[in-house]
């Protein structure tokens, strides 16, 4: 392994290139190799451009979502994940196109000025599950408002930002946890909690974890213990060998009920070993003596059901081939806004429970009235929102692509005295164009890629006056705002719920409004003063790329903004750009590319 060790004195000629003293501090390798590494200046002569293997150093200027440190190397921009913001960083470049470099994360040679937390968790930085553990919660708000702000402004204009909504409750908050068994070294003891950050194979333990209540951390440590004293096996993903998979659990806040699933595959030859009976008879008491220790755990909540997961599958996921009840039950109950809900082992539920009802509290005042309408409740997961929506409305259509959760929808609606709730399985795409009831109003909740393209331009066709939009993933709100936008809705109204406290993540809620073509505005314009031609002469294409690349670091076409420009109603030269063989394939100007040009056209005044 290769340590760096950083020259303290600056001066030019001292602790720098001894060929030129030019000053610029660099490294000293131990080991096989010594090289020099550059601190990053803004311009420096003699220094070629950033190139792949290069490690450099600077401060990070700020944090694009969810992850994204930016760094000025030489004037060129370089992404560092998971380097926070005023942290002076070493990076090795690993990427480098167009103008951009990404860098991977080395070592944080200086704290940042924010990084103020008190007892910050012990596994930060290392563990793959947080990312903001060493900032303040007020801190990290102010961050992650800003990030998703940046995003919604680069594509849309004149809306209400109503800033971040913060979680009720900045640590234990989660009511679910996939700890995954493992080891943090090769050959080392057995592990179970997080990946750690940047690995897929090495596992962290997570004893400590700040995000989850006690009772989870009880259960997790116990589980450990107990397995690793059998020195049972967990699963190697290359070889496919291996027992012990992940452990489960779900909390309830409200009710306090848990449920434990342990999640192993059916390779049970290393149980045979234990007391020398049968393999699947030692697995069974093997599995009977985890239970007794789980039922003697001091918890402070109640055990609803305490599950055995059989899994086989060659990916890295849980899921279940077949479930075996061990004791209580497969499901516990929750309560949000008043209704109760049943949830089964991997039924989609908001991991936040506190901050689910800050979230929903948001959607329905986006939504308003909505007493004799139709909505649809488009990705309803187990019926939070329909049914949270259902006590005025006429009648509430969900849709959901997990069966399970779909039938704990139903159980959900009935147990809260529901009739007029609508559950149906199957994916949005293939089941959104066959309904036969006509929405009023839509609301969608799509993972974290957002609503398929086709499926997008289904939900609009539909024409209703309204859309609540609530996104896990501003990148992909962004994206489809560009299509909502071009089919003619208008985001109205945004706003951040914290629902993630410690990590990168945040939602957003957006309130969509169709602009129908009668729409009108009576303004007063003085025909003598207006300059018809204005819009297009206020920037040239050179002036746009220019500030494209400046702000944004993206080389755009003349092509991408004549494209542009046509969509946006203004004047393009007559076959401008347009290729002279018979039948041109043109290409489309990326979302990305779009929402900068979009950008660039704003800044100009030109729309």
């Known amino acids: 392994m290769v340590h760096a060790v950083r020259q303290r004195n600056r001066e030019p000629g001292r602790g720098c290139c001894k060929s030129t003293g030019c000053g610029i501090p660099f490294f000293r390798f131990r080991g096989n190799d010594e090289r ?53 960083v070493l990076a090795a470049v690993t990427k480098k196109r167009k103008g951009r470099g990404e860098g991977r994360l080395l070592e944080v040679l200086e704290k940042s000025p924010l990084e103020t937390a008190e007892h910050p968790c012990p ?44 979680s009720p409750a900045a640590e234990e908050y989660r009511n679910k946890m996939e700890f995954s068994f493992g080891d943090e070294r090769k050959d080392g003891p057995l592990c179970l909690g997080m990946h750690k950050r940047g690995s897929f194979y090495d596992v962290v333990n997570a004893d400590d974890c700040r995000i989850v209540h006690g009772d989870f951390r009880k259960l997790l440590t116990a ?8 020195e049972a096996p967990f699963y190697k993903k290359l070889r496919h060998e291996g027992y012990l998979r992940h452990l489960l659990v779900r909390r309830a806040v409200k009710t306090g009920e848990i449920l434990v699933a342990l999640v192993t595959t059916t390779q049970t030859e290393w149980a045979a070993g234990q007391n020398g009976c049968a393999a699947a008879e030692a697995e069974g008491q093997v599995l009977e003596g985890w239970k007794e220790l789980i039922q003697a755990l001091p918890l402070e909540g109640k055990l609803a059901g305490i599950l055995h997961v059989k899994n086989d599958s060659l990916a890295d996921v849980v899921q279940s081939d077949e479930t075996e009840i061990l004791y209580g039950q497969d499901y516990f109950y929750e309560e949000l806004l008043g209704l109760r809900f049943k949830i089964s082992p991997f039924s989609f539920f908001q991991t936040n429970s506190l901050g689910a009802e800050v979230l929903y509290s948001k959607v329905r005042d986006y939504i308003g009235d909505t007493a004799g309408q139709v909505v649809f409740d488009l990705y309803s997961g187990t019926g939070t929102i329909a049914q949270i929506l259902a006590p005025v409305a006429e009648k ?10 779909v039938e704990a929808a139903r159980e959900n609606a009935a147990r ?9 399985a199957g994916d949005v795409l293939k089941v959104v164009g066959d309904l036969k009831d006509k929405p009023d109003l839509i609301v969608l909740d799509p993972p974290r890629d ?19 939009y609530v996104s896990c993933k501003p990148t992909s709100l962004q994206r489809d705002l560009v299509t909502l936008q071009e ?22 809620v957006v309130l969509l409004s169709q602009q129908k073509p009668d729409d009108t505005i009576e303004i007063d314009l003085d025909l003598d003063e207006l300059d018809a031609t204005a819009a297009e002469t206020k920037a040239t294409y050179e002036e746009i790329k220019a500030y494209v690349w400046e702000k944004h670091h993206l080389k755009v076409s003349s092509l991408y903004i004549s494209q542009i420009k046509r969509k946006c109603g203004l004047e393009v030269g007559q076959n401008y750009n347009l290729s002279k063989s018979e039948n041109p394939k043109v290409p489309k100007c990326p979302p990305e590319k779009e929402a900068a040009i979009m950008d660039a056209l704003k800044h100009f005044q030109m729309i």
């Open 123 to 166: 596994q930060s930085g290392v563990c793959g599950g947080c990312l903001y553990q060493t900032i303040p919660y007020e801190e990290q708000l102010k961050i992650k408002e800003g990030q998703v702000r940046e995003l919604l402004d680069a594509v849309c204009s004149g809306y209400e930002f109503e800033g971040i909504k913060a």
């Open 450 to 468: 957002g609503v398929h393209p086709k499926a997008l331009n289904q939900i609009i066709d539909f024409g209703v006056k309204r859309m609540v």
């Open 396 to 405: 509430v259509v969900g849709v959901e692509i997990v069966e399970e959760a």
């Open 416 to 424: 809260n005295g529901l009739s007029n709730c609508e559950f149906i």
């Open 36 to 88: 020099k590494v550059r601190f990053a200046p803004e311009s420096r002569k003699g220094w070629k451009s950033l190139k792949k293997g290069d490690r450099v150093s600077g401060v990070i200027e700020k944090m694009e979502f969810p992850n994204k440190g930016i760094m000025t190397v030489d004037g060129e921009r370089l992404v560092v994940k998971n380097a926070l913001p005023g942290q002076t």
């Open 487 to 508: 089919r003619g809705y208008r985001m109205v109204r945004a706003c951040c719920v914290d629902m993630f406290p410690g990590t990168g993540n945040c939602e957003t």
């Open 223 to 230: 589980t450990r213990e107990y397995f690793a004293k059998l």
